[in-house]
Nanobody, 124 residues
Framework: QVQLVESGGGLVQAGGSLRLSCAASGRSFSNYIVAWFRRVPGQEREFVAFIDWSSKVTEYLESVKGRFTISRDNTRNTVYLQVNSLKPEDTAVYYC?????????????????WGQGTQVTITS
């Protein structure tokens, strides 16, 4: 599968913003759909956002709608997650995942290719 590397995480105050990046290797990246998940200690990974290969279709976790924006630049083999108006509840390790057609995009078990994750910490 495609190799993925996340970056852009950090520690910010509530209300702040970050832009997370998911850099992919391989010329076939443009054929993949991509999702962002997040995980807090002791919990399973949670679906956050999805984008199709053409950037025409996106989906979001309800609690992040209006605050998070997923995008991709296939010329740079990169997917982004702009996270705004951050809340302490958004604190987690954020992962990107890539793959082809999925039966249920929101299930992490449906995704085969994962990055190592990037930590996002929000202070109150």
């Amino acid at each position: 599968q495609v190799q993925l590397v996340e970056s852009g995480g950090g520690l910010v105050q509530a209300g702040g913003s970050l832009r997370l990046s998911c850099a992919a290797s391989g010329r076939s990246f443009s054929n993949y759909i991509v999702a962002w998940f997040r995980r807090v200690p002791g919990q399973e990974r949670e679906f956050v956002a999805f984008i199709d290969w053409s950037s025409k279709v996106t989906e979001y976790l309800e609690s992040v709608k209006g605050r998070f924006t997923i995008s991709r630049d296939n010329t740079r083999n990169t997917v982004y997650l702009q996270v705004n108006s951050l809340k302490p509840e958004d604190t987690a390790v954020y992962y990107c995942a890539a793959g082809l057609m999925k039966n249920d995009l929101r299930l992490d078990s449906e995704w085969d290719c994962w990055g190592q994750g990037t930590q996002v910490t929000i202070t109150s």
